[in-house]
């Protein structure tokens, strides 16, 4: 038997991904102990694995966030993303770093899977390998790496090729670091050299990327090329595949015959809460075109959505992605990391309207990757979306380059090559 730590902040949109990592390692015989907050201590069970909580200092309940954190409501752009990192991230990072050791100390450990923002992280990698277990970082998120090719990740820049390019993004590398991070990267060197009484090395928003391993849930076709990327990266596709499903359908589901092109919208399952963002941009933008709008609450009853709604819109509060992605045209999205490549698995071309948490860069990717449309914004007008989406049904690019990811996706390994990286790491790490 062998014993995996998982580790997670206590926010919805990082612990989901890392269930799906925790069941499947259950299931093929390993000892897993998941760390994270007491909220989700009953879906932690739920996977197979041991749930262990996060000390209070560390924990917090993310249903709402202004409330947990006194100070953050009002705060926006620049000065909110410090305020954000401070506080919610690094501060936690002294309790991760004693409750991590504490777990190791009680069981041992062969391995700690963590996410990105799982800041404790980084006083664990300050340590010697041989003082530590072996540490995999899980991308959930797109691959912030630092690169010479690349801007520093956050800012949903575009990579810009050539001497040019890397002169930029050395610039906005040393005004990330030092300007607009730098109080944040003195107080992370402060916390950790206190925590664990070594020095931080580097830029701590950097810090997991130094893993001995990183695993990375997506294909090299939508991630930037980096000419100095490390061998520690392994791209083994999506965790989360769309599963086949059996519930019932919307009586209206026998309208998405092919006789009219299929727009989904969605703003998934968190961030759905203000149907002004996207949602009702999407179905005011589409109302007299000859479409078919396919709308998804997340859950949200039917009730609050626009009233009336226009003649060409169908809606439901969860629909069915193996079954409708094979008939959808285009997918308007809020970005969401697992979203977008469901879309991609399918073959579905894009619209995108994100630049929140990680979806700045999500959204560039997106638009990078050829495979839609991005409008760089959290709330586009209805003219946006209805340019942007007529000129993805008109162009066949973008379905032709999401149908090239979605066989790259098929052909990954997801979970299974998560597994393959851990045995390269510990020997004795070999299901049972």
Same mark, same amino acid.
Request: net charge negative.
């Given at each position: 038997?062998?014993?995996?730590?998982?580790?997670?902040?206590?926010?919805?949109?990082?612990?989901?991904?890392?269930?799906?990592?925790?069941?499947?390692?259950?299931?093929?015989?390993?000892?897993?102990?998941?760390?994270?907050?007491?909220?989700?201590?009953?879906?932690?069970?739920?996977?197979?694995?041991?749930?262990?909580?996060?000390?209070?200092?560390?924990?917090?309940?993310?249903?709402?966030?202004?409330?947990?954190?006194?100070?953050?409501?009002?705060?926006?752009?620049?000065?909110?993303?410090?305020?954000?990192?401070?506080?919610?991230?690094?501060?936690?990072?002294?309790?991760?770093?004693?409750?991590?050791?504490?777990?190791?100390?009680?069981?041992?450990?062969?391995?700690?899977?963590?996410?990105?923002?799982?800041?404790?992280?980084?006083?664990?990698?300050?340590?010697?390998?041989?003082?530590?277990?072996?540490?995999?970082?899980?991308?959930?998120?797109?691959?912030?790496?630092?690169?010479?090719?690349?801007?520093?990740?956050?800012?949903?820049?575009?990579?810009?090729?050539?001497?040019?390019?890397?002169?930029?993004?050395?610039?906005?590398?040393?005004?990330?670091?030092?300007?607009?991070?730098?109080?944040?990267?003195?107080?992370?060197?402060?916390?950790?050299?206190?925590?664990?009484?070594?020095?931080?090395?580097?830029?701590?928003?950097?810090?997991?990327?130094?893993?001995?391993?990183?695993?990375?849930?997506?294909?090299?076709?939508?991630?930037?090329?980096?000419?100095?990327?490390?061998?520690?990266?392994?791209?083994?596709?999506?965790?989360?595949?769309?599963?086949?499903?059996?519930?019932?359908?919307?009586?209206?589901?026998?309208?998405?015959?092919?006789?009219?092109?299929?727009?989904?919208?969605?703003?998934?399952?968190?961030?759905?809460?203000?149907?002004?963002?996207?949602?009702?941009?999407?179905?005011?933008?589409?109302?007299?075109?000859?479409?078919?709008?396919?709308?998804?609450?997340?859950?949200?009853?039917?009730?609050?959505?626009?009233?009336?709604?226009?003649?060409?819109?169908?809606?439901?509060?969860?629909?069915?992605?193996?079954?409708?992605?094979?008939?959808?045209?285009?997918?308007?999205?809020?970005?969401?990391?697992?979203?977008?490549?469901?879309?991609?698995?399918? $073959? +579905?071309? &894009?619209?995108?309207?994100?630049? =929140?948490? @990680?979806?700045?860069? %999500?959204?560039? *990717?997106?638009?990078? !990757?050829?495979? $839609? +449309?991005? &409008?760089?914004?959290?709330?586009? =007008?209805? @003219?946006?979306?209805? %340019?942007?989406? *007529?000129?993805?049904? !008109?162009?066949?690019?973008?379905?032709?380059?999401?149908?090239?990811?979605?066989?790259?996706?098929?052909?990954?390994?997801?979970?299974?090559?998560?597994?393959?990286?851990?045995?390269?790491?510990?020997?004795?790490?070999?299901?049972?």
């Amino acid at each position: 038997m062998n014993s995996i730590l998982i580790c997670s902040t206590p926010v919805h949109g990082h612990v989901t991904p890392l269930l799906a990592v925790s069941r499947y390692l259950a299931q093929q015989g390993h000892r897993v102990r998941f760390m994270t907050g007491r909220r989700y201590a009953d879906a932690v069970r739920s996977t197979g694995a041991e749930f262990v909580a996060l000390p209070d200092e560390a924990d917090f309940d993310d249903s709402d966030m202004n409330a947990a954190f006194p100070g953050k409501a009002g705060k926006s752009g620049v000065a909110g993303i410090r305020w954000d990192v401070s506080n919610i991230f690094l501060k936690p990072a002294p309790a991760q770093i004693r409750a991590v050791d504490e777990a190791i100390k009680q069981e041992q450990v062969d391995v700690i899977l963590i996410e990105n923002m799982f800041i404790g992280a980084v006083g664990l990698l300050a340590r010697p390998r041989e003082e530590r277990p072996a540490i995999v970082n899980l991308g959930i998120i797109p691959l912030g790496v630092e690169s010479v090719d690349t801007a520093p990740f956050g800012l949903g820049i575009l990579p810009k090729p050539g001497v040019l390019g890397r002169i930029r993004n050395a610039a906005l590398g040393m005004l990330t670091e030092k300007l607009i991070f730098g109080g944040v990267q003195r107080q992370a060197e402060k916390i950790i050299l206190d925590a664990t009484g070594k020095k931080l090395d580097g830029f701590f928003m950097a810090g997991a990327s130094r893993a001995d391993a990183i695993v990375q849930f997506t294909v090299p076709g939508f991630e930037y090329d980096r000419s100095d990327l490390p061998d520690t990266v392994h791209f083994v596709g999506p965790m989360s595949r769309v599963t086949k499903s059996d519930g019932e359908l919307p009586e209206w589901w026998s309208e998405l015959d092919g006789s009219r092109p299929v727009v989904h919208v969605s703003q998934g399952t968190i961030a759905n809460t203000d149907y002004d963002e996207l949602i009702t941009p999407t179905i005011t933008a589409l109302a007299d075109d000859d479409v078919l709008v396919v709308v998804s609450t997340g859950g949200r009853p039917l009730s609050t959505l626009p009233s009336p709604l226009p003649a060409n819109v169908r809606a439901a509060e969860y629909l069915p992605h193996d079954r409708l992605l094979p008939l959808t045209d285009v997918y308007v999205s809020n970005g969401g990391y697992g979203g977008v490549h469901y879309a991609l698995e399918h $073959g +579905v071309p &894009l619209v995108v309207a994100g630049m =929140t948490e @990680d979806k700045a860069e %999500v959204s560039a *990717r997106v638009q990078w !990757a050829g495979v $839609g +449309v991005n &409008l760089r914004t959290n709330k586009p =007008t209805p @003219d946006a979306v209805g %340019v942007a989406v *007529r000129r993805v049904l !008109a162009d066949p690019s973008y379905a032709e380059r999401s149908r090239a990811l979605g066989k790259e996706i098929a052909a990954s390994s997801g979970l299974a090559g998560l597994e393959a990286v851990l045995e390269t790491l510990t020997p004795k790490l070999v299901s049972e």
